[in-house]
């Protein structure tokens, strides 16, 4: 039987057996992972995966159960029917919930996001792409002494979600990615460190080269970095940390994290957040993007939606669950973690608008003094419930739009939403890291200490 087969015929024993809703989440998965160094396979991983859950609603009660399925679907009746019967004595140990329950039908557009060259591509393919990413960041400049993580990964995998008021999808996505770190050493034995990624469900929009190159350029153009004395100073934030911020943001605008009070949006729909410059964007539906698909884990169809709008706040990201909390309608924006847990709430292809008439070479030129951040550490430390950062910068020091000298072991202190405030100008140069982008941001007068 098809997976969407098996699928119904669970909801329908789930429901034989007196539960009053009941939702079956498949997934199945297949990939390869490829490291290089030296010239050589460091490390290949290839991976095969098939998990099913059940989520049964009983009285007002959620039970629970998931399965691994090692040797395909179709032979694991008796295993199913032990999730079945897990699923249904776990109702009966939780406490009643009136919003538990599943979202109905709900028609869904088409995507692109199935390669066929991504699904059926030869291991030695990846093994080709791990070696030449590593080989175009040595080859780039005599200066890039070592390369580490120079990796590959292709996968593709099905999805399938069958409940019982009519939801029945399914579908097949794919990705291919590449990441690499370069290590540049100058003759004064100073080094550092530069890394890229692309990442797409298309094959023809990853560039291996590019992206060896790109980590070797981030690291030479740090290299004879100084330190500098404490400035209060505007910022350009180069794309990859213009991403690292948004993440944090993007946080925030769950409305789970709003109702379990651990986000600093909330209470502020329908007020300035941030600077009018920006819109914020979460789009599942983008072609290719690695955050795109018809539905979410719960098979509600995902959407293109404007969650600030010239910098006002217009509302939060939903599933089913916190929908009914807060008596509106799911987003689109349940996730799972894998086929073992419950859906919980993520973005999908999460953005800042470009701008449309400065490239982020010419927001540098714009900036008669101030910082280009090309690295950030430590952002994930920013405290998700307040807002506050604290973290250490790498960059170049810029003076009448020209690079003076590179700058090290600085560190700037603020909040999110102090940060976004300030955006000055944004960049047309939109780029993806997984599933949130971001153009070049300039950002207002900034405390940078030592």
Same mark, same amino acid.
């Given at each position: 039987m098809e997976a969407r087969e098996i699928a119904a015929d669970i909801v329908r024993k789930a429901l034989n057996r007196g539960c009053e809703a009941a939702e079956v989440f498949i997934k199945s998965s297949q990939g390869i992972s490829v490291e290089a160094m030296n010239g050589r396979v460091e490390a290949m991983e290839v991976s095969r995966g098939f998990g099913l859950s059940l989520k049964v609603v009983k009285g007002r009660k959620l039970g629970f159960a998931f399965m691994t399925v090692p040797a395909g679907i179709g032979s694991c009746r008796g295993e199913i029917d032990r999730t079945i019967d897990e699923a249904v004595q776990g109702s009966e140990w939780t406490a009643d919930d009136e919003y538990a329950g599943i979202p109905g039908y709900m028609p869904s557009g088409e995507v692109l996001i #199935?390669?066929?060259?991504?699904? @059926? !591509? @030869?291991?030695? @393919?990846?093994?080709?792409?791990?070696?030449?990413?590593?080989?175009?960041?040595?080859?780039?400049?005599?200066?890039?002494?070592?390369?580490?993580? +120079?990796? %590959?990964?292709?996968?593709?995998?099905?999805? %399938?979600i069958v409940n019982s008021r009519g939801v029945s999808a399914a579908y097949e996505a794919t990705y291919y990615s590449a990441h690499v770190t370069a290590i540049a050493t100058d003759e004064g034995g100073d080094s550092q460190m530069g890394w890229d990624y692309a990442g797409s469900r298309r094959l023809s929009d990853i @560039?291996?080269?590019?992206?060896?190159?790109? +980590?070797?350029?981030?690291?030479?153009?740090?290299?004879?970095?100084?330190? !500098?004395?404490?400035?209060?100073?505007?910022?350009?934030? +180069?794309?990859?940390? &213009? %991403?690292?911020? #948004?993440?944090? #943001?993007? +946080?925030?605008?769950? &409305?789970?994290? %709003?109702?379990?009070?651990?986000?600093?949006?909330a209470g502020k729909s329908g007020r300035r957040v941030v600077s009018p410059l920006i819109d914020i964007i979460d789009d599942g539906t983008m072609d290719w993007r690695t955050g795109t698909r018809p539905v979410d884990d719960e098979g509600v169809p995902v959407a293109n939606k404007t969650l600030i709008s010239g910098g006002v706040l217009n509302g939060f990201i939903h599933n089913t669950y916190t929908a009914a909390r807060d008596n509106t309608v799911s987003t689109g924006n349940a996730a799972r973690a894998s086929f073992k847990s419950l859906p919980g709430i993520d973005v999908t292809n999460l953005y800042i608008k470009p701008g449309s008439d400065k490239s982020g070479d010419d927001i540098v030129k714009s900036l008669s003094r101030g910082i280009l951040i090309l690295g950030a550490m430590g952002v994930h430390t920013a405290n998700p419930v307040s807002g506050d950062f604290s973290v250490g910068i790498s960059g170049r020091w810029i003076e009448k739009g020209e690079t003076v000298y590179p700058v090290k072991e600085a560190v700037i202190s603020g909040n999110i939403l102090d940060l976004f405030r300030k955006v000055e100008a944004i960049g047309n140069d939109l780029r993806f890291y997984g599933n949130i982008g971001s153009p070049t941001l300039l950002i207002g007068d900034m405390d940078v200490s030592a």
């Open positions: #199935l390669d066929e060259k991504i699904k @059926d !591509i @030869d291991e030695r @393919d990846v093994i080709r792409d791990a070696l030449l990413l590593e080989d175009s960041s040595l080859s780039y400049d005599e200066r890039v002494k070592k390369v580490r993580k +120079a990796g %590959v990964s292709a996968g593709s995998g099905e999805t %399938v @560039d291996i080269k590019s992206v060896g190159e790109g +980590a070797s350029k981030r690291a030479l153009e740090l290299l004879g970095s100084v330190k !500098i004395s404490p400035v209060k100073i505007p910022v350009i934030l +180069a794309p990859f940390v &213009a %991403v690292e911020f #948004l993440g944090i #943001l993007s +946080a925030s605008l769950s &409305a789970e994290a %709003v109702q379990k009070q651990r986000s600093f949006l």
